[in-house]
């Protein structure tokens, strides 16, 4: 098993930044692909971005592209956001993913969750 743990949203005005941080416990050699999902109110869960633990490979979804960057601490077991930019339209859940087997862009492929932390940005 795999517990994530995510910290760093709150409340930002639209073109702040905010930083979120993800920290991996127990099995953690298993971990191929660590990401970000988020959920607004009366919505599905979407992918937002992706990193491949090994090589660090990134992917983003064309939303979030040259406004958030994902990047990771391999010695911390650590993944984090980094979000600039920021639009009302990105306030929402987010949740850190540990995937399984399956495609990177889909809920269906995520092994673990955690438990989410919310991001709000006020116009």
């Known amino acids: 098993q795999v517990q994530l743990v995510e910290s760093g949203g709150g409340l930002v005005q639209a073109g702040g930044s905010l930083r979120l941080s993800c920290a991996a416990s127990g099995r953690t050699s298993s971990i191929n692909f660590m990401g970000w999902f988020r959920q607004a109110p009366g919505k599905e869960r979407e992918f937002v971005a992706a990193?491949?633990?090994?090589?660090?490979?990134?992917y983003y979804a064309d939303s979030v592209k040259g406004r958030f960057t994902i990047s990771r601490d391999n010695a911390k077991n650590t993944v984090y956001l980094q979000m600039n930019s920021l639009k009302p339209e990105d306030t929402a859940g987010y949740y850190c993913?540990?995937?399984?087997?399956?495609?990177?862009?889909?809920?269906?492929?995520?092994?673990?969750w955690g438990q989410g932390t919310q991001v709000t940005v006020s116009s």
């Open positions: 993913a540990s995937y399984g087997i399956g495609s990177i862009y889909h809920t269906r492929s995520v092994a673990h």
């Open positions: 990193i491949y633990w090994g090589g660090g490979n990134t």
